[in-house]
């Protein structure tokens, strides 16, 4: 007779192979017929009277595994994994296909939810809808979740589980199987023959491009974008298709947090229709050097799945070009409103400093006659550090074609030394002794007359300059080398009329100025002596001055005409009868604008000759 295949407590391990197993089971058997039938293999299992529980004979035991094994074979066969979970729901098992990021022996998916591990497309939402479905005992089909491998790279699975009961009815936890169905989704969102037009269009663009659907997540990115993400860092990092742009920017963490959540909640607006256009302009600062980007979303209509446009633009070049032209017109500024010769030097320094992020920076001066640079000026970041090195080089010289400073005077021409780097031209080691710093850029301050002096900066941020940098330092050095010319020009044109002055001084007695109606405004020196208070009077208004009629008129007209004089005399009677004679010469006086303001000139007392003249014919 056929045993009933529902019989309960049928396993291999109630059927204990080994010898005297047909003696054991020929003993339970007492009839001749039912003996026959299970020795002719009409029988697979017999019931234990003393136990109770069913004992499968070896050939249905044997069955038995070859259906087993042939079953696991057809689920591994369709399936791409396998895994069971306890009453929590923690995973105690898993083989196969990777969940989370775990494949097969990953300790790091065991003791733990689906809702612990990193899937990027479910929100809390989804899991409390897939906690009640778990609570209740359901059977689930096709869960998708997507995540992203240790390389970036995205995945989408889908899961299949139902519970699991012991002997008793006691809920176990669950099993299931797992489906890689990446390929399947990514060809599922592959373009149409009629779209393939428009990704070879984007792939032309050199703009980084990728089109979000309603989740944020990249369903389409061109070549730029694609090579944009793979090396760059902060803000669409290692972001590609079937990513989530907006998961992406909620992780990114430091310098760039508040860029990466001002870009978050503009694409969130776009997406939801709150907004057609976002744009959004943001700095980093890679290895390669600082970066500018301009990030434009642009909302999409229709009933594609896709929802918005994201675009990064690189516009290093044109905040380069807009800060550096910054630069030149702060350099004027400062150059313009300086009082000093140190003022404009310190100012266009640490403007230049700060534009560039460098540390310090110093004005090697050339001493003609000594034939060296000596340095005149400096300016540095208030840091221990580089202010001791500023105090250090206070007696630092060069003579021209030695050193670095020395180097770039004789050549007329820019030089530089990157950071962690050793330029051909210039020797670590001197550098060091130089600038003390790791990078170095030098240029030359030109004036009419050629070269003049050196800039010297230096900081640990010296990069290889563009074109665009070396045109700005050569037109600074052109307007600090006029600027310091033109000031040493008029600082020996001080000198000139302080020295002519000086002379002036030795070679007359007084010196006087009249305004432009020919009044006394100042006298310095002797004066007239006898002739009174005379400042606020002209010439002719004061009682005491012995002229004729004739030299009047010459004298006034000479002034009316703005004419220079010399050696105009004239005599001043003193109160005591005596006269004294006198001699002025003067030239007119203009101002900025051209306009006559009066006269100024030098007298002389020339009584002692004038004397001697009249007493020579009397002599004779």
Not at 340 to 347: E, F, I, K, M, P
Not at 404 to 421: I, K, T, Y
Not at 591 to 603: L, M, V
């Given at each position: 007779?056929?045993?009933?295949?529902?019989?309960?407590?049928?396993?291999?391990?109630?059927?204990?192979?080994?010898?005297?197993?047909?003696?054991?089971?020929?003993?339970?058997v007492?009839?001749?017929r039912?003996?026959?039938?299970?020795?002719?293999?009409?029988?697979?299992?017999?019931?234990?009277?003393?136990?109770?529980?069913?004992?499968?004979?070896?050939?249905?035991?044997?069955?038995?595994?070859?259906?087993?094994?042939?079953?696991?074979?057809?689920?591994?066969?369709?399936?791409?994994?396998?895994?069971?979970?306890?009453?929590?729901?923690?995973?105690?098992?898993?083989?196969?296909?990777?969940?989370?990021?775990?494949?097969?022996?990953?300790?790091?998916?065991?003791?733990?939810?689906?809702w612990?591990?990193?899937?990027?497309?479910?929100?809390?939402?989804?899991?409390?809808?897939?906690?009640?479905?778990?609570?209740?005992?359901?059977?689930?089909?096709?869960?998708?979740?997507?995540?992203?491998?240790?390389?970036?790279?995205?995945?989408?699975?889908?899961?299949?589980?139902?519970?699991?009961?012991?002997?008793?009815?006691?809920?176990?936890?669950?099993?299931?199987?797992?489906?890689?169905?990446?390929?399947?989704?990514?060809?599922?969102?592959a373009?149409?023959?009629?779209?393939?037009?428009?990704?070879?269009?984007?792939?032309?663009?050199?703009?980084?491009?990728?089109?979000?659907?309603?989740?944020?997540?990249?369903?389409?990115?061109?070549?730029?974008?694609?090579?944009?993400?793979?090396?760059?860092?902060?803000?669409?990092?290692?972001?590609?298709?079937?990513?989530?742009?907006?998961?992406a920017?909620?992780?990114?963490?430091?310098?760039?947090?508040v860029?990466?959540?001002?870009?978050?909640?503009?694409?969130?607006?776009?997406?939801?229709?709150?907004?057609?256009?976002?744009?959004?302009?943001?700095?980093?600062?890679?290895?390669?050097?600082?970066?500018?980007?301009?990030?434009?979303?642009?909302?999409?209509?229709?009933?594609s799945?896709?929802?918005?446009?994201?675009?990064?633009?690189?516009?290093?070049?044109?905040k380069?070009?807009?800060?550096?032209?910054?630069?030149?017109?702060?350099?004027?500024?400062?150059?313009?409103?300086?009082?000093?010769?140190?003022?404009?030097?310190?100012?266009?320094?640490?403007?230049?400093?700060?534009?560039?992020?460098?540390?310090?920076?110093?004005?090697?001066?050339?001493?003609?006659?000594?034939?060296?640079?000596?340095?005149?000026?400096?300016?540095?970041?208030?840091?221990?550090?580089?202010?001791?090195?500023?105090?250090?080089?206070?007696?630092?010289?060069?003579?021209?074609?030695?050193g670095?400073?020395?180097?770039?005077?004789?050549?007329?021409?820019?030089?530089?030394?990157?950071?962690?780097?050793k330029?051909?031209?210039?020797?670590?080691?001197?550098?060091?002794?130089?600038?003390?710093?790791?990078?170095?850029?030098?240029?030359?301050?030109?004036?009419?007359?050629?070269?003049?002096?050196?800039?010297?900066?230096?900081?640990?941020?010296?990069?290889?300059?563009?074109?665009?940098?070396?045109?700005?330092?050569?037109?600074?050095?052109?307007?600090?080398?006029?600027?310091?010319?033109?000031?040493?020009?008029?600082?020996?044109?001080?000198?000139?009329?302080?020295?002519?002055?000086?002379?002036?001084?030795?070679?007359?007695?007084?010196?006087?100025?009249?305004?432009?109606?020919?009044?006394?405004?100042?006298?310095?020196?002797?004066?007239?002596?006898?002739?009174?208070?005379?400042?606020?009077?002209?010439?002719?208004?004061?009682?005491?001055i012995?002229?004729?009629?004739?030299?009047?008129?010459?004298?006034?007209?000479?002034?009316?005409?703005?004419?220079?004089?010399c050696?105009?005399?004239?005599?001043?009677?003193?109160?005591?009868?005596?006269?004294?004679?006198?001699?002025?010469?003067?030239?007119?006086?203009?101002?900025?604008?051209?306009?006559?303001?009066?006269?100024?000139?030098?007298?002389?007392?020339?009584?002692?000759?004038?004397?001697?003249?009249?007493?020579?014919?009397?002599?004779?």
């Open positions: 007779m056929k045993p009933n295949p529902r019989l309960p407590n049928l396993n291999s391990s109630d059927t204990p192979a080994g010898p005297g197993f047909e003696a054991k089971i020929l003993r339970l007492k009839g001749a039912e003996r026959n039938a299970i020795k002719s293999g009409q029988v697979d299992a017999i019931m234990d009277p003393a136990s109770g529980r069913a004992i499968l004979l070896p050939e249905a035991q044997a069955a038995m595994l070859e259906r087993k094994a042939r079953f696991r074979s057809l689920v591994e066969l369709s399936t791409d994994g396998h895994w069971e979970q306890d009453e929590h729901y923690r995973f105690i098992e898993h083989t196969g296909a990777a969940i989370g990021g775990a494949r097969t022996g990953d300790v790091g998916i065991l003791g733990k939810t689906l612990d591990l990193p899937f990027d497309n479910s929100s809390e939402i989804d899991w409390q809808t897939h906690r009640t479905q778990l609570e209740w005992r359901a059977i689930f089909r096709d869960l998708e979740l997507c995540y992203q491998d240790h390389a970036g790279r995205m995945y989408i699975i889908s899961l299949s589980g139902e519970p699991m009961y012991d002997r008793q009815g006691l809920f176990k936890g669950y099993r299931g199987i797992t489906r890689d169905i990446t390929a399947h989704k990514q060809a599922e969102s373009p149409p023959e009629s779209d393939r037009f428009a990704r070879a269009t984007l792939d032309a663009l050199a703009t980084q491009v990728c089109v979000l659907n309603a989740a944020g997540t990249i369903i389409l990115a061109n070549t730029a974008w694609r090579v944009f993400a793979a090396s760059h860092r902060g803000i669409g990092a290692d972001v590609s298709e079937g990513s989530n742009y907006l998961a920017c909620g992780r990114i963490i430091g310098n760039e947090r860029d990466a959540v001002a870009m978050e909640s503009g694409i969130r607006q776009v997406i939801a229709g709150e907004r057609e256009l976002f744009r959004y302009e943001y700095f980093c600062e890679p290895p390669s050097g600082p970066r500018w980007f301009m990030a434009s979303v642009t909302r999409l209509h229709g009933d799945a896709a929802r918005a446009i994201v675009s990064y633009e690189d516009i290093t070049e044109i380069r070009a807009e800060q550096l032209l910054r630069l030149e017109n702060s350099v004027a500024r400062c150059l313009a409103d300086a009082n000093s010769t140190s003022t404009a030097l310190q100012a266009v320094i640490r403007a230049v400093c700060e534009t560039q992020r460098w540390d310090c920076g110093q004005y090697f001066r050339l001493d003609p006659a000594a034939d060296k640079l000596s340095l005149d000026e400096f300016w540095g970041m208030p840091v221990a550090g580089i202010e001791q090195f500023m105090e250090k080089s206070r007696d630092v010289v060069f003579r021209p074609g030695a670095l400073a020395g180097r770039v005077f004789l050549s007329g021409q820019p030089l530089w030394v990157l950071n962690g780097s330029d051909a031209r210039v020797s670590q080691t001197a550098l060091a002794h130089e600038m003390g710093l790791d990078g170095a850029f030098v240029f030359p301050v030109i004036a009419e007359t050629g070269t003049i002096g050196v800039l010297a900066f230096a900081g640990r941020t010296v990069r290889e300059p563009d074109d665009r940098l070396l045109q700005a330092v050569h037109r600074i050095g052109q307007q600090l080398g006029q600027f310091l010319q033109r000031r040493q020009t008029e600082e020996a044109l001080r000198q000139s009329e302080a020295r002519l002055r000086r002379l002036t001084e030795l070679s007359s007695d007084w010196v006087w100025e009249l305004d432009s109606h020919f009044r006394f405004t100042k006298i310095t020196g002797t004066g007239m002596v006898g002739a009174g208070d005379i400042v606020g009077k002209t010439l002719w208004e004061l009682p005491a012995v002229l004729s009629d004739d030299e009047w008129v010459k004298y006034k007209s000479e002034l009316a005409a703005q004419w220079s004089f050696d105009f005399e004239y005599a001043a009677v003193l109160p005591n009868g005596q006269s004294r004679y006198y001699s002025i010469s003067g030239e007119p006086v203009y101002d900025d604008a051209g306009a006559f303001t009066g006269f100024h000139g030098t007298g002389l007392d020339i009584t002692r000759r004038k004397r001697a003249e009249i007493e020579l014919p009397e002599a004779g």
